[in-house]
C-alpha cells in the first residue's frame, strides 16, 4: 500500500451507500478472526509505560483511519499502522530506498520480463504460528485481480497481471500481460488466505472488531477506537525479531495545540504534524527532539476538471470556466509560492516545481523557464481578458453571461496550512477581480467524490517509486460510475499523459524510465489541473526520556512517521535500554534534523462500512 497519502480528498463509499450494507460488514467481521475474540481493549494507557510495566510508545496523530481493511485503506495513518502489522514481498532499505527482501529472500524475471519467480522466505509465521506460504499471496494478488473491491487501495500493481501461481508453498509466479517496472517495489501487504477468505464483502469489511488480528509485521493489533486510538502488541513472532516496545499506541488528535500538550505533559511519545511555530516552540525544551528536514510531499493545489466516469458520463458542478486552460493558469500565476514558503511554511519547506519531491532526486523535475507559472499577476490578468473574462465597473471578472467569476475553495478545517495558503489566495484573486469562498470542513471526502467543489488543497506522499502517485491521474482510475469511488485523484484524464505512463510502467532501464516519469510530471504541469505549491518539511518530536531511538529514514536526514516501512517503530528503543533490533541498518538518535511527513487534514470515518478512503494523504 503505498503510503501515498492523500491530504486532499479521500476515496471514500458515499456514506448511503455504506449504511445500506452495514449489516454484512459485522457478520463478516465475526468471521474473520472467529477463534480469536478477546474483549475489545479499554482505552491507551499513559505513554511512559503500562500499570504491568510493559514498555509503550504512544504516537500522536491528527489524522483518523478510514479502514484497517489492506485492500481498501489509503491514508497515511492507516498505511502506516497496516505496514506494521503486514508484510510485503519485499521492502525499502531505510538508507537509500533501494528493493530488500521482505517476505520474499529472492526475486528473478524471465528473459522477456514477463514472467517473476518469488522465493518465499521459509522462517517467516503469522502471529498465530501458521506459517506463511506463497498461497497467500497468490490468495492476496489473485484476489486483487479478480474483485473490483479488493483492488480499491493497491489495483494498479496488479492491473497488469495475467496470471498468479504458487507452485509449491516457498515459490509465487506472476505472470504479466507486458513489462511492468514495478514488480520489486508492489506495496501491497499480503494477509493470511486461511483468515481472510472468510472475511466476505471485502468492500465492507472494517478489519477492526475482533482482536488479536492476525498479521505478519513487528505489531499485531488488539484494540481500535474510531477518531480516537489505534493499539498493537509487540509480535514474538515477527521474523526480523520483535519490537523492543511491548505496545505501539496511535491517538488521535484532532486539535495539534492539544497533542504538543500532549507531548510536553508527557502523556505522548511522539508528535507528528507540527506546524513551524509548535516546533519552533518545543526545541530547546528538556527531554524533547525535534526532528525537521526535507519531506517525501507535496502541497498543491487542485481544479476541478469536470467530474465524470470512465464512460465519460458527467457529474457534479466544478465551474465550467475551470475548464478553459487559459483560465486555470491565470490561478496559478497569482500564487506567490516564495510569500507562502516564507511566511505560511516559516521556511520550513521548498517552492513547489513538478509532482515528484526533490527528495526523490532521480525523478525530480522542475518546468523550464518559457514553461514555468512563476508569480505574474499582470500576465494572469491578460490571459483572463483573453478568456473572455474581464473587470466589470465593480473591478469583477465576469463572463460573457454577465456572471461574475466566484470560486469555491474546499479545505480541510484541521490543517493550519490550508486556511493560511486560503486567505493568500483571497487576496490574490480577488486583486484579479475573482471572488472566493474558502470551505473548510472536517469531511472533504463527500463533496470531493461527487464534484461539488471549484478548487481544493490537495497532496500525496511519494514513494521512492513514483508509480502509484503517476498512476491516480491515468484515465483508467476514473470510477466507473458515479457512485463508485474508483482510483483517481481529481478526475484528470488524457490521451497523451496515459500513453506516457504506459511507457514508464514498461520501462527497466532506470534512465530512460526516470525521464519519462519527468515527461509526465511535464504533461501534468501543462495540462494545468493541478499546480504544487509546496514541499512541506516533516516536522515532528518525540520525549527523550521515553524513547531512546529511532531510525529516521533514510537514515540520513529522513522521516520517523509515515516511512516507506516499519522501520522507526520496529527499532524504536525504550529510554533506559540498550541497543535496539538489528537487521537493516544502523539504529542512530535522531538529532533535530531529520523529517516526517506532514499529516493534517482529519476527516470523518465510517470504518467498518468503509469501502476505501484515501482522504488526507494517504495523508
Known amino acids: 500500500m503505498s503510503t501515498e497519502e492523500q491530504h ?85 532499505d531505510p538508507g537509500d530506498g533501494h528493493p530488500v527482501p521482505g517476505l520474499a529472500t529472492k526475486w528473478t524475471p524471465s528473459a522477456d520480463k514477463l514472467t517473476w519467480t518469488y522465493t518465499l522466505r521459509t522462517d517467516a509465521t503469522w502471529s498465530d504460528g501458521r506459517r506463511i506460504t506463497a498461497e ?33 508453498p516457498a515459490t509465487l509466479v506472476v505472470e504479466l ?16 488466505k486461511h483468515v481472510w477468505e472468510k472475511a466476505g464483502d471485502l468492500g465492507t469489511f472494517g478489519n477492526d472488531k475482533v482482536f488479536p488480528v492476525v498479521g505478519s509485521g513487528p505489531y499485531v493489533l488488539t484494540g481500535y477506537r474510531a477518531d480516537s486510538y489505534v493499539r498493537l502488541k509487540a509480535n514474538p513472532r515477527f521474523w526480523r525479531g520483535a519490537p523492543k516496545f511491548d505496545e505501539l499506541v496511535f491517538r488521535y488528535y484532532k486539535d495539534g495545540d492539544a497533542a504538543v500538550a500532549a507531548l510536553r505533559k508527557g502523556e505522548v511519545s511522539f508528535v507528528s504534524g507540527l506546524t513551524p511555530a509548535q516546533a519552533d516552540a518545543l526545541r530547546g525544551q528538556d527531554d524533547i527532539e525535534v526532528n525537521d528536514a526535507p519531506g517525501r510531499r507535496f502541497y498543491a493545489l487542485a481544479t476541478n476538471p469536470g467530474a465524470r466516469t ?10 465550467p470556466s475551470l475548464l478553459d486552460r487559459r483560465v486555470r493558469q491565470a490561478l496559478f500565476l497569482a500564487v506567490d509560492r516564495e510569500t507562502l514558503v516564507d511566511r505560511v511554511f516559516q521556511g520550513h519547506a521548498v517552492e513547489g516545481a513538478g509532482y515528484i519531491p526533490p527528495r526523490f532526486g532521480t525523478y525530480f523535475w522542475k518546468p523550464s523557464a518559457g514553461q514555468e507559472l512563476r508569480y505574474d499577476p499582470g500576465r494572469a490578468a491578460r490571459l483572463l481578458d483573453r478568456a473572455g473574462y474581464r473587470k466589470n465597473a465593480d473591478g469583477r471578472r465576469v463572463g460573457k453571461d454577465g456572471r461574475p467569476l466566484h470560486y469555491r475553495l474546499l479545505c480541510h478545517a484541521t490543517d493550519p496550512n490550508d486556511k493560511a495558503v486560503g486567505q493568500y489566495l483571497t487576496e490574490w484573486w480577488g486583486d484579479l477581480g475573482i471572488g472566493v469562498e474558502l470551505t473548510c470542513l472536517d ?7 461527487a464534484g461539488t467543489y471549484d478548487l481544493a488543497f490537495d497532496g500525496w506522499s511519494v514513494n521512492p517509486d513514483p508509480d502509484f502517485v503517476l498512476s491516480i491521474h491515468t484515465c483508467g482510475a476514473l470510477p466507473a460510475t458515479e457512485e463508485d469511488t474508483g482510483a483517481t485523484d481529481n478526475f484528470i484524464c488524457d490521451k497523451q ?21 519527468k515527461r509526465l510530471q511535464s504533461r501534468l504541469y501543462d495540462l494545468g489541473y493541478m499546480n ?50 538489528d537487521g537493516g541498518g544502523s539504529t542512530g538518535a535522531v538529532a533535530g534534523v531529520a523529517a516526517g511527513v506532514v ?7 465510517f470504518l467498518a462500512l468503509r469501502r476505501r478512503s484515501t482522504a488526507d494523504d494517504r495523508e
Not at 514498555?55 to 485492500?71: E, G, K, M, W, Y
Not at 500481460?177 to 506495496?187: G, K, S
Not at 469531511?443 to 467524490?449: E, F, G, I, R
Not at 500513453?499 to 534512465?511: C, K, S, W
Request: no cysteine.
Open 8 to 92: 486532499g480528498p479521500g476515496r471514500r463509499r458515499p456514506w448511503h451507500r455504506a449504511l445500506r450494507r452495514a449489516a454484512g460488514a459485522g457478520i463478516a467481521a465475526l468471521l474473520l478472526t472467529a477463534g480469536l475474540a478477546t474483549p475489545l481493549d479499554p482505552a491507551p494507557r499513559p505513554a511512559a509505560a503500562a500499570g504491568d510495566g510493559e514498555r509503550v510508545l504512544t504516537a500522536a496523530v491528527a489524522q483518523s483511519v478510514d479502514s484497517l481493511n489492506p485492500f481498501l485503506a489509503t491514508r497515511l495513518v492507516s498505511t502506516s499502522v497496516l505496514r506494521l502489522m503486514y508484510e510485503y514481498l519485499t521492502d525499502y
Open 136 to 168: 497467500d499471496a497468490a490468495w492476496t494478488l489473485r484476489t486483487m485481480m479478480t474483485d473490483e473491491e479488493a483492488a480499491t487501495a493497491n489495483g494498479s500493481f496488479v492491473g497488469n497481471f495475467r496470471k498468479v501461481s504458487a507452485p509449491d
Open 177 to 192: 500481460e507486458r513489462p511492468q517496472a514495478t514488480m520489486t517495489a508492489l506495496d501491497v501487504p499480503i494477509v493470511p
Open 310 to 319: 470512465k464512460d465519460g458520463t458527467r457529474f457534479g458542478d466544478g465551474h
Open 443 to 449: 469531511n472533504v471526502t463527500d463533496p470531493w467524490l
Open 497 to 517: 499523459y496515459d500513453d506516457l505512463y504506459a511507457r514508464q510502467l514498461a520501462e527497466y532501464d532506470p534512465g530512460k524510465r526516470a525521464e519519462l516519469v
Open 532 to 581: 504544487v505549491i509546496a514541499y512541506p518539511n516533516a516536522l515532528e518530536a518525540y520525549r527523550t526520556d521515553q524513547v531512546a531511538k529511532l531510525r529516521t529514514m533514510p537514515e540520513d536526514g529522513g522521516n520517523i512517521y509515515g516511512q516507506d516501512g516499519y522501520w522507526s517503530w520496529w527499532s524504536a528503543e525504550p529510554a533506559g535500554t540498550g541497543d535496539g533490533p
Open 599 to 605: 499529516v493534517l487534514g482529519a476527516v470523518l470515518v
